[in-house]
């Protein structure tokens, strides 16, 4: 986008769901689900519920604001252009990140849970071990580089179909009824309907991630659909007390049927359930955005420049501190302060660190000022 239409608050989106990852990724430390290198369950109803409920929407909004980002760069760039930037710009920043910063996650894991006991140098060949279910290398949270890269070029011949052929115009016609109020909730049904194709088919303890699959696959090309039709993001703004209100009844609806013995993901309705949840929350949270947040406010160009090499690094503090403060005899909420303000504090000295270090800027997406 220009100088004169920017949409900033597309970039606070990135940029808040970015920061809030980090008090996310620390309430999964202590909770007994959930994908994290130090894991120290406490089953704290707090924690619970507020892992639960960002999960519901933080990953779907990264990928539509990741969806509108690819209508702007290939607005400017040919498709070989455009294969080369996301190679740059995702493959290459996984690829350093999968070497350099894994392997110490790992390694605090593997520690942590008592499986190696010596130094990081005799671990670091055992990360690109045989991969197993009990193998350690994972990519962490770098999954969503590599996924994003794979979803960019699988819908590649679609975008690029649109700018070859100047359909704009005709994608705007075609999309306009859901310029109209609650009829942008009619983008549900794709992934409820792939929903029950999946109850069908699948196993119920393999329905979840499928959707997830699904679910990003179709936020990221409703990101491109919103952004080349913006009356679309106009009407999201209209009914976001609506959505609000949906959002937030669905949520305490379901908790407290999950808090009196009802059945999550092994019920096959908590799928359809949790399709209308999700959307509910993202467009309250896309409408009010735009509402409040559409506008250059203090440490815009610092927080939007880092906050992508801040998601990149800060999951490597974060393990640190957990590693150091979940097993030790500190109140709950105490370890959990310290280690959120520990990573905070960490990253950002981490990004203005490596910011400063001929080449390592390009391999991990930090743009030049």
Partial sequence: MNKENRAYYIDWIKIGVVLLLVPFHTAVTFNPVGIIAVQYPQNNPILMNFTWFMDLWAMPLLFLVAGMNIYHSLRNRTVKEYI???????????????????????????????????????????FFGKPGPHSNNSPWHLYFLIVLFLYSLILLPFFAW?????????????????EKNLLVYLLVIPLM????????????????EASKFISYLLFLFYGFVFITNDKILDNIHRIRLFSLIIGVTLFLAI?????????????SLFYLYNTLMVFSWVFAILGYSKKFLN?????????NNSSYPFYIFHFLPLTIFAYYFAKGGLNLWMK???????????TFLIYEFVKRIPYFNFLFGIKRI
Avoid at 101 to 118: H, M, N, Q, W
Avoid at 255 to 267: F, H, P, Q
Wanted: aromatic content about 22%; glycine content about 8%.
């Fill in 84 to 126: 080369l930037e996301r190679f740059k710009k995702l493959l290459i920043p996984f690829c350093a990140g999968y070497l350099l910063i894994c392997p110490i996650i790992s390694y605090f894991k593997v520690l942590f849970i008592g499986s190696f006991s010596g130094d990081f140098f005799h671990f670091y060949p055992h």
């Fill in 162 to 178: 649109i700018y070859k052929n100047n359909i704009r115009n005709k994608l705007i016609s075609g999309t306009s009824f859901l």
């Fill in 193 to 208: 309907t792939t929903q029950l194709i999946f109850l069908y088919f699948l196993p119920i303890n393999t329905i979840y």
């Fill in 255 to 267: 908790i407290i049927w999950l808090m009196n013995g009802g059945e999550g993901r092994s019920n």
């Fill in 295 to 303: 506008r250059k406010i203090p440490f815009y160009k610092y927080l």
């Fill in 336 to 346: 959990y302060l310290l280690i959120v303000f520990g990573t905070y504090i960490s």
